[in-house]
């Protein structure tokens, strides 16, 4: 292959994206080998990459940024969940981290159809560890903001008409004003329920 041919092949480009096979990459190599000039078509090449990423970007906005940094921060505190420092349970929660946090207060075995133990109830959050071996009856919230977060067993939680499987690792957030339930599907279900009060 002809030099000007083989610059032209769109081949320096491929390299730089990483897109080659071995083989390509090893023909690419010993080619800047035997031409000095394909080292000055590289660097001019990503030049131009770096140049247009930059002018292309796309930022997040303040809210968004926002949002993941306490989303992050959120994660970052699930990693040593201490009480009185509970982070509120999201979508992105660990629930193997407060499955290991809630271990030692859950009961030995099930000697009521729903377990209740207090984890915090400060500044109108308030979550409870619930182990529950029966269907959670239908209710509607109209001054709180109600999630949980399943740790172990499953269920089926209906909002409205939507019904949603749940099972470990699986978040909720229950729209105001919507009738909800929730039907056990394993022995018992284990679960973070928040409440947090509308202000």
């Known amino acids: 292959m002809k030099l000007e041919e083989f610059i032209n092949s769109g081949m320096l480009e491929l390299y730089l994206i990483g897109a080659l096979s071995a083989e390509e990459v090893s023909f690419v190599e010993s080619m800047q080998k035997l031409h000095p000039s394909v080292n000055l078509e590289l660097a001019k090449l990503e030049s131009f990459f770096e140049e247009y990423a930059f002018r292309n ?17 959120g994660i970052k505190a699930e990693e040593k969940l201490q009480s009185g ?18 271990t030692p207060l859950l ?8 377990f209740q133990e ?18 959670i009856e239908q ?12 740790l172990k067993g499953t269920c089926v939680c209906t909002i ?5 499987h749940m099972a470990a ?10 009738p909800h339930n929730v039907v056990i599907t394993s022995e018992s279900v284990t679960a973070i329920l928040q409440h947090v009060e509308l202000a």
């Open 139 to 150: 209710e509607v919230h109209e001054s709180l903001n109600e999630s949980f977060l399943i």
């Open 169 to 178: 690792g699986d978040f909720m957030q229950i729209p105001l004003f919507e």
């Open 57 to 73: 970007a796309v930022y997040p906005d303040l809210k968004t940024d926002r949002k993941m940094e306490l989303i992050f921060a």
């Open 118 to 135: 207090l984890l915090q109830m400060e500044n109108g959050v308030t979550q409870v560890l619930i182990v529950s071996t029966v269907d």
């Open 85 to 102: 420092k509970l982070p509120l349970i999201t979508a992105f929660s660990n629930a193997g981290a407060w499955l290991e946090f809630v």
């Open 160 to 164: 409205g008409d939507k019904s949603v």
């Open 107 to 114: 009961p030995e075995k099930a000697t009521e159809k729903i």
